[in-house]
């Protein structure tokens, strides 16, 4: 379609990252997904808009700058773009391309969700590049308990539970990863509870993503959840 007008509109959309044989890591911070904070996998951002016209062989060429204070998250960038030909016909088309926000992903394997008290568990940690090729390089280990303390306040008519978070640091430690194999540690939940492992470069300049996993211990009727008066319910098994 020579001399036919392009109407380019560009959203942004949060992934959740995988990379081809690391199935089993976490390479997302998963804390950003928790309760109430959550956000939608499916949510769009406007990002950015342009008119074209094509040339004489029917070719335009866009160009998106996209910079860390633009997007602050790995997301898909949704491209639609809209022909007008001189006859008015419009022939529209929708592709994806991937955002990178890092340098250098972190990606955490548990042995699952749950865990048992008092059995030790080996977690591994890798680093790999935005194409998936393995890394090396520093990174900061941190293992958290987490509990919590709810009480329902009530307002007249209505109430809410206010919860008060009380995080213990039980592990930290420097990880100097390499690209042939995941570095393993192991590690013994004492009691039963929230727990996240935290990975996360060692200075800024490494450009690295932080990633964080959730496991939950049991067997000893410790732990504590965070109340809700939420009408839904989450489950897991």
Known sequence: VRGGQVAVTVHS???????AGYDEFEFTD??????????????????????????????????IAVGPNDIAYDADLLVNASVTAPSN?????TFTLPYF?????????????????Q?????QIVAVTPDGKPASGPAKLTITRRDWNCVWEDWGYRGNYQCKENTQTLLTKTLQLTSDKPAEIPFTPDTG?????????????????TAAAEF????????????????TIEMVA
């Open 13 to 19: 959309r949060s992934r959740w990252l995988r990379f």
């Open 30 to 63: 998963g804390r950003r997904y928790e309760g109430y904070r959550a956000e939608s996998m499916q949510a769009q951002n406007m990002f950015t808009e342009d008119h074209l016209t094509l040339d004489d062989k029917g070719n335009a060429a866009l160009s």
């Open 89 to 93: 016909e419009v022939i529209a088309k």
């Open 101 to 117: 926000h890092a340098r250098t992903y972190f990606g955490i394997k548990t042995p699952g969700y749950f865990a048992e008290v």
């Open 119 to 123: 059995k030790p568990q080996t977690i």
């Open 193 to 209: 509870g929230d727990y996240w492992i935290v990975v996360e470069g060692d200075n800024a300049k490494q450009g690295a993503a």
């Open 216 to 231: 939950y211990s049991w067997g000893d009727g410790g732990g504590s959840w965070r109340s809700s008066d939420s009408m």
